[in-house]
């Protein structure tokens, strides 16, 4: 099981940025990745999740129209990009890794990726 996100910077108001999550052989009964993020001084916050069985997917009001999920051919790497950045997407973004089903709750995932920096700043 290897499990690496990758991604993140600054970047302008308006602009695009694209994180990226590997997930090799999922755990048995995992098959669900997901992105939240955490704000200064905020909770940790759903964003997307993506169901690698059948891509299933489900976004946060928030980021509906702006961000798309995605997964490789191979089902290896998830793509979280990002467009439309605003000021209030700033914040550390985590890629995560739950059992079968979309689900908005941190208490359903069990793995964890380091965290990447998201900042948008004029």
């Known amino acids: 099981f290897q499990f690496e996100q990758s991604g993140g910077g600054l970047v302008q108001p308006g602009g695009s940025l694209r994180l990226s999550c590997l997930v090799s052989?999922?755990?048995?009964?995992?098959?669900?990745v997901a992105w939240f993020r955490q704000g200064p001084g905020q909770a940790r916050e759903f964003v997307v999740c993506?169901?690698?069985?059948?891509?299933?997917?489900s976004y946060a009001d928030a980021v509906k129209g702006r961000f798309t999920v995605s997964r490789d051919n191979a089902g290896d790497t998830v793509f979280l990009q990002m467009n439309s950045l605003t000021l209030e997407d700033t914040a550390v973004y985590y890629c995560?890794?739950?059992?079968?089903?979309?689900?908005?709750?941190?208490?359903?995932?069990?793995?964890w990726g380091q965290g990447a920096q998201v900042t948008v700043s004029s």
């Open positions: 995560a890794v739950g059992r079968k089903g979309c689900s908005m709750s941190k208490i359903d995932y069990a793995y």
């Open positions: 052989e999922f755990p048995r009964g995992y098959s669900t």
């Open positions: 993506i169901n690698s069985d059948d891509g299933t997917t």
